[in-house]
């Protein structure tokens, strides 16, 4: 199975791109990364932003890692986006991809990603809002990959989340997005499906593993996150944490399901009071239990 590195657990501590570089490179051996936008910031002024992203671009080429993909990483997921209830808010949700298409431009990475939205609390419970904002985000979306495909990027992921007020959380609401996106876009859309969300049991109850994601939307499934969870939050935890994911069950799901490129990367979300050594310890111990397994 292809590992590789959502580059959320370097946040605030290893920012220094030839650092960070080295340390993926070198200290855990990992060849193929993904940029979280936690690291540079899509709103900050283009030119500094730019230069930021091209200098981690740059770093991780000489050290002869990949960056497969830019994400959206703790900062991003805080906002509504695209299904947010005003047409304000839902323009500035255009504006944040917009920008991240942008940075992921000038880093020459191919492609970028990030939840689709959340709804508020009400429009969530209110069938008709939901599907005319959803209608609305659609339109917003086409239009965004008609910027990627002019900046070059060849496709965009969208992550479903495991909260019945954002969209999509369900497998099903999944397929009707990758449907409803479908032949409309200028760029394909693909999904980046997390472990972790799919396996959120009191929202999926039996269907909360990855074989039924498999089974409703497997050929729209580009790139996966993994994580160790429990089932019961999205935890983000490590693999040296004992939960649902076993390097067996990653490595049975890849070979049953022929997967070749579609790159697991570790999305693991440490407390920010831990330290620094335990961080990087704990990543080392992590990659080897995978690697055996
Ligand atoms: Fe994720
Ligand atoms: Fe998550």
Known sequence: MKLGLNLSFAIKRCIESERLATLVAEDLDTKY???????????????????????????????GVTVESTFGGLASYTYSHILAPSPELRALGRDHLKNAIDMTA???????????????????????????????????????????????????????????????????????????????????????????????????????????????????????????????YDRHWNFTHDGLVTPELLRNYWDRYGLTDQTYFLEIIFAFEERDEIVLEDMKAALKLLRAG
């Open 33 to 63: 990364v993904q940029f979280t936008w936690d690291l540079v910031d899509p709103g900050w002024p283009a030119q500094t932003r730019d230069a930021l992203a091209k200098d981690y671009a740059k770093a991780f080429k000489s050290a």
């Open 106 to 232: 000038a880093m020459e990475v191919p492609a970028a990603g990030m939840p689709f939205g959340s709804f508020s609390a009400d429009d969530a419970l209110n069938p008709a809002r939901r599907e005319e904002i959803y209608k609305e985000a659609l339109e917003i979306y086409v239009g965004l990959s008609r910027h990627a495909k002019e900046r070059g990027l060849s496709m965009l992921l969208v992550e479903p989340v495991p909260l019945a007020t954002e969209f999509p959380s369900t497998a099903a609401d999944a397929l009707r997005l990758m449907q409803d996106l479908d032949g409309q876009t200028d760029v394909p859309v693909r999904l980046c499906v997390d472990w972790g969300h799919a396996m959120f049991e009191p929202l999926f109850g039996t269907d909360a593993n990855m074989d039924h994601w498999a089974e409703v939307v497997g050929p729209w499934m580009a790139v996966y996150h993994i994580q160790q969870t429990d089932g019961h």
